[in-house]
């Protein structure tokens, strides 16, 4: 999944100047906002680049504002420290403590927001970014039946004024199978998932008209069902699991994002200087990204399908009262 396990770690050094490195994602739906901003490792790496202070700014030594490019009015920013476990592929970036600055406050949709750094220097590090612009799921509907050979999962814009070539740049749709399990002994229902990737690509290749559209199969998740490593490594005789929700899950990443993560995506633990950055007098990225879902009830008939057909997985029919 592209926008979920794709690399975006932002590791610089330099052997000139200090650079401010920016890695700031801009999430509407999210609870809680991050913004991270270390510094250049100055010199020779391997002799400094486990030393905190060479890649990491002491509390005082910047002003941070994150503010609505619209109306000015700035973004109540808080701090904190996080352990960043060792990481053998980013050697030099973790294994230590990182301070993070954050937000609870609710981004709005389709807002740009401007980043504001200015160091001990008066050097003001800056970028600005669009949010992901509003949408809705439609469709499926109320319910799905796992039976049927073709189905139509279709978004559109919230504001029919907005150009539907300006929602986001990149699209990833999955599906989401929820369950509960209890396995034989235990006393209380487990909640789990299967997770069915359907469609990702440009935005570009889901517009229909003044929507977002495409068809799949739901019949095609018998087989997903058959070939998830899981459930079939831990169905013992005497395991329950009750059929809950289907997850219609659709992420949407911003230009910047998509641009940043195509040409950066590097496996490499150590990069010179990202090909791909929209900081001004620093480098790294300022980007948005957005998460929607629509919970959607199992049919009565594919959960009787699922409990005549996959006795082994036992799924239990009827499931009413669990």
Known sequence: MFLFSCNTKVDVFSEGEETTVVYAMLDPSADTNFIKITKSIIGNIY?????????NYEYGEIAVELKSVNDTIPVHLDTIWKWIPYNPESPFYSGCRQMYYYTTEKLKEGEEYGLYITRQDGTVVSSKAMTVKAFTI??????INFTTY??????RP??????????????????????DEM???????????IVWPLKSGKADSFIND????????????????????????NSPAGVERVVRDFEIRIS?????????IIINNSSSAIQDTPNFTNISNGTGLMAARVIKNKLIEVGDKSRKYLHDNYPQYGFKYPDDGE
């Open 138 to 143: 439609n469709k499926p509907g109320g319910q």
């Open 183 to 193: 396995m034989p002994g235990a006393t209380e229902y487990v909640s789990r998932s």
């Open 47 to 55: 002799e400094v680049g486990q030393d905190y202070s060479q890649s």
């Open 150 to 155: 073709k189905s139509f999962i279709e978004w």
């Open 158 to 179: 919230e504001d029919v004024s907005n150009n539907i070539h300006d929602i986001a740049a990149y699209f990833e749709v999955d599906a989401i199978f929820h369950y």
């Open 252 to 260: 949407a990443a911003s230009d910047e994002l998509y641009n940043y």
């Open 210 to 233: 003044r929507i977002f559209t495409f068809s799949f199969s739901p019949n095609a998740f018998y087989s997903i069902l058959e070939s998830n490593e899981y459930i079939n490594q």
